[in-house]
């Protein structure tokens, strides 16, 4: 399994940008589809987006059009960049790895998981 650590999370005002990052541990994390995942108390943990060994990516139709994901395998890291945040998007985001792609979404077709990183979006 691949070790995951999040960064980059923080309070930002609504229409803001925050980069989240995920740092891999492991020499084969180009080999690794990698997601990104966000959680509110109360409630399953949501899929935002992923992106393949070759970067292709798929997102949630809810940040469509103000995240991207991508991947930098030279520095075994995946990034999230949100731009025009929104009150809605305030959650703990999760960095996970999977040796598939997922094509229906789930957590569940995702191995590995960071702790998690906190972002509080103010309206």
């Known amino acids: 399994q691949v070790q995951l650590v999040e960064s980059g999370g923080g309070w930002v005002q609504a229409g803001g940008s925050l980069r989240l990052s995920c740092a891999a541990s492991g020499r084969t994390f180009s080999s690794y589809f990698m997601g990104w995942f966000r959680q509110t108390p109360g409630k399953e943990r949501e899929f935002v987006a992923q992106i393949s060994r070759y970067s292709s990516t798929y997102y949630a139709d809810s940040v469509k059009g103000r995240f991207t994901i991508s991947r930098d395998n030279a520095k075994n890291t995946v990034y999230l960049q949100m731009n025009s945040l929104k009150p809605e998007d305030t959650a703990v985001y999760y960095c996970?790895?999977?040796?598939?792609?997922?094509?229906?979404?789930?957590?569940?077709?995702?191995?590995?998981w960071g702790q998690g990183t906190q972002v509080t979006v103010s309206s």
């Open positions: 996970a790895a999977s040796t598939a792609w997922s094509t229906g979404h789930r957590q569940t077709d995702f191995g590995s």
